[in-house]
């Protein structure tokens, strides 16, 4: 069961309709390290995983789904004000005819997004190494992403994304640790 | 009024005002701390100190939610927010348009 929070977790503005970047941005929202891959990647390994890690599986897969809305949020505000002339002109006129300005969860490629970008192997310590790996990768985008964009309220909202990845991968890394201690002292009894 | 200004007023009121974004903002720190803590006792659950410092701020953080009700709606569905009449739940702003 979840329930909804009306608010976001962290502000977002933007300072300028920015349709060009808002198409960047599309990586994190539908591409494969997005934040729509985090939280159902972490949501669907809860049930194959030791009791030990399903409290932080379950944590930060509902926190992904608070970083896709604050990305959602992001891209919004960055298209609502741009004119058919300005999405044909940044490379989304093939998104504005299809979806108009409708969000879709496509990469910055206009790639729709697909179960196969996220892993379930069943071995704890083989999925937990997945899960800290994407966070590192998501980690990276939102560098690059910080990177292209000179809009300094942009970047705030994408600064501190990118500092939850760090932190989500740390607690993976412990739980990794968790789960090892475990089997070692299981293997003693 | 003209048409545009009609529009604009529209869209400042849908975006809430001055002071829902300040009390918003309170509620977003408070509940920032209470994810850091919640993440870090999954993988820590016997640090005593994390543990206080996470019920100390789930009990501030109820009392600021409800005050934050009072005056703007519920903020979350399915029961764990009270509404006034008519129902608050379906008016904006929503968390986008803020």
């Not at chain 1, 896709?68 to 002109?89: C, H, N, P, R, S």
Request: glycine residues 4%; proline residues 3%; charged residues 30%.
């Amino acid at each position: 069961m979840w329930i909804y929070e009306k608010k976001l977790q962290y502000p977002v503005k933007v300072s300028k309709c920015d349709p060009r970047m808002a198409k960047f941005l599309m990586e994190q929202y539908g591409g494969a390290d997005g934040e729509l891959s985090a939280a159902l990647r972490y949501l669907n390994q809860r049930y194959s995983i030791p009791s030990k890690a399903i409290g932080i599986l379950t944590d930060i897969g509902t926190e992904e789904f608070a970083h896709l809305e604050m990305i959602a949020t992001m891209i919004y505000k960055l298209t609502k004000d741009a004119d058919v002339e300005q999405f044909i002109q940044c490379g989304l006129g093939s998104h504005y005819a299809a979806h108009d300005r409708a969000l879709q969860y496509k990469d910055s490629n206009g790639v729709p997004w697909t179960a196969a970008y996220i892993q379930a192997k069943g071995d704890p310590l083989a999925d937990l190494y997945e899960d800290i790996a994407a966070e590192e990768k998501a980690r990276a985008t939102y560098q690059w992403l910080i990177d292209m964009t000179d809009d300094v309220d942009l970047q705030d909202g994408l600064k501190f994304l990118r500092e939850r990845e760090i932190v989500h991968a740390m607690r993976f890394r412990e739980a990794v640790e968790i789960i090892k201690a475990d089997r070692e002292q299981k293997k003693f009894f | 009024m003209d048409q545009a200004n009609a529009e604009n007023a529209r869209e400042e009121r849908a975006a809430g005002d001055d002071a829902y974004r300040r009390e918003l903002l309170e509620i977003q720190k408070i509940d920032f701390a209470l994810v850091e803590l919640n993440l870090y006792l999954d993988t820590h659950p016997g640090d005593m100190q994390a543990l206080q410092q996470f019920n100390q701020l789930a009990q501030r953080r109820k009392q600021m939610a409800h005050e934050f009700e009072l005056k703007y709606g519920p903020m979350t569905n399915f029961g764990n927010s009270f509404s006034r009449f008519p129902w608050q739940w379906i008016e904006t702003p929503w968390p986008w348009q803020v």
